[in-house]
Every structure is written in C-alpha cells, then in structure tokens.
C-alpha cells in the first residue's frame, strides 16, 4: 500500500519561500502522475498542482506563476517550489498520485476530481502572515 509524506512547511512572511517535499513510499513516482494541493480552514481542499510523467504540469490560476512543481525520480520525491507567498496561502498541503489502476487513465491536472487521486499523505502546514 503507498503512502506519501509531506515536510517542509512552516511560518513565513508575506513575500517569502518554501519548499514542501513528498516522499512516496511503497510506490514510486516514475509512472504515476503528481499533484498538490491544499485545503484552508472552513474551505475545501483545492488542487494547486500537478505533474504529469512526460512532465508536463498544470497549476491553479492563484498560485500561476509562483509555484513551480518538480519531481526527483532517483528520490522518489514530488516538490512544490512556492515564491512569493501571500497570506491567502495559508493552507494544509498534500500530495496524492493518480495510480495506474485509475479508470480515468494516468493524467494530472488542477481539475481532475479529488476523489480520482490516492496515496494521500497527512498534510504539512503553511502559514503566511501579512
């Protein structure tokens, strides 16, 4: 069963960076598709995200441009760059994978629905103050 672990969050300020990391485990990146995404309190979990294994990526008009997601197949590792960072940032951070067994086929994009997506982690927490 895979299982993915998210780090790197933290507080910042307004302008600031931050690097998550998922590590998967039990499973490995090379042909599965990628995304993050984010819920913030009272709201519904959003996708931010997401990478495709020709690497092609996909991102949520808000965050376009300052965020940049990438992943390291050698380290089985999915990141999330994020500059620039704004208060409405402030959010829980996941990372799941589209698996191969998906009825929909192995594609990632912000708009794919949640509930298609697996192997979610625990979240890692941003908080971005103005």
């Known amino acids: 069963q895979g299982q993915s672990v998210e780090s790197g969050g933290g507080s910042v300020q307004a302008g600031g960076s931050l690097r998550l990391s998922c590590a998967a485990s039990?499973?490995?990146?090379?042909?599965?598709?990628m995304g993050w995404f984010r819920q913030a309190p009272g709201k519904e979990r959003e996708g931010v995200a997401t990478?495709?294994?020709?690497?092609?990526?996909s991102y949520a008009d808000a965050v376009l441009g300052r965020f940049h997601i990438s992943q390291d197949n050698s380290k089985n590792t999915l990141y999330l760059q994020m500059d620039n960072l704004k208060p409405e940032d402030t959010a829980t951070y996941y990372c799941?994978?589209?698996?191969?067994?998906?009825?929909?086929?192995?594609?990632?994009?912000?708009?794919?629905?949640?509930?298609?997506?697996?192997?979610w982690g625990q979240g890692t927490q941003v908080t971005v103050a103005s």
């Open positions: 799941a994978a589209v698996t191969p067994d998906s009825q929909g086929g192995i594609w990632c994009d912000v708009g794919r629905p949640l509930s298609d997506y697996k192997y």
């Open positions: 990478i495709n294994t020709d690497r092609s990526t």
């Open positions: 039990g499973y490995t990146l090379r042909g599965y598709c």
